[in-house]
Antibody, heavy 119, light 111 residues
Framework: QVQLQESGPGLVKPSETLSLTCAVS????????WNWIRQPPGKGLEWIGY???????NYNPSLKSRVTISMDTSKNQFSLRLSSVTAADTAVYYC?????????????WGQGTLVTVSS | QSVLTQPPSVSGAPGQRVTISCTGS?????????VHWYQQLPGTAPKLLIY???NRPSGVPDRFSGSKSGTSASLAISGLQAEDEADYYC????????????FGTGTKVTV
């Protein structure tokens, strides 16, 4: 079955850009929506955005000006870039797949990676 | 601040039945968008528990059931077990000016 694994720096300085990658194994990127979702420590979940395998994207309006999601189909992975980070961006970042978010939700999820924004 | 509201906590004894509500509005649940539920065990990633209001993915016990009516949805756990102690989140789509996929505020279930 498909598995997702996030990777990237665990510490990012304020005002810099957060960059994470999600490696997809056990299945193809084709035909799915590939999402990033985050969870601040002790708080709830927030959808960041997705890239469809065709290349189209959709971002949370509250983060849209700072978010870029890209994909490398040759490596079966997709990435998140979040610019101008502040302490409020400290969170566990998850990647997740969806066949159709509206009717099927997010499944499966990666294990998550904690990113701390601090100088 | 989430547009889907859940009770912060619910509790029950082993074997009992508990329900978790997810209250939305006319721009999300009330607009007909499906509700999905996730279980997050301590220190782990969320796992899809219910999709499309009432459907269980393969491997999810039938002790878990979901329903939707009007602007709200509910998750029921019957025959509560110690391993059900976790955080539960509802999720849907909101078509307001800030259209987005949204999660509920989360509910801690204590057994």
């Amino acid at each position: 079955q498909v598995q997702l694994q996030e990777s990237g720096p665990g510490l990012v300085k304020p005002s810099e850009t957060l960059s994470l990658t999600c490696a997809v194994s056990g299945g193809s990127i084709s035909g799915y929506y590939w999402n990033w979702i985050r969870q601040p420590p002790g708080k709830g979940l927030e959808w960041i955005g997705y890239m469809y395998y065709s290349g189209s994207t959709n971002y949370n309006p509250s983060l849209k000006s700072r978010v870029t999601i890209s994909m490398d189909t040759s490596k079966n992975q997709f990435s998140l870039r979040l610019s101008s980070v502040t302490a409020a961006d400290t969170a566990v970042y998850y990647c997740a797949r969806s066949t159709n978010i509206v009717v099927r939700g997010f499944d499966p999820w990666g294990q998550g990676t904690l990113v701390t924004v601090s100088s | 601040q989430s547009v889907l509201t859940q009770p912060p906590s619910v509790s029950g004894a082993p074997g009992q039945r508990v329900t978790i509500s997810c209250t939305g509005s006319s721009s999300n649940i009330g607009a007909g968008y499906d509700v999905h539920w996730y279980q997050q065990l301590p220190g782990t990633a969320p796992k899809l528990l219910i999709y499309g209001n009432s459907n269980r993915p393969s491997g999810v016990p039938d002790r878990f059931s979901g329903s939707k009516s009007g602007t709200s949805a509910s998750l029921a756990i019957s025959g509560l077990q110690a391993e059900d102690e976790a955080d539960y989140y509802c999720q849907s789509y909101d078509s307001s000016l800030s259209a987005s996929y949204v999660f509920g505020t989360g509910t801690k279930v204590t057994v």
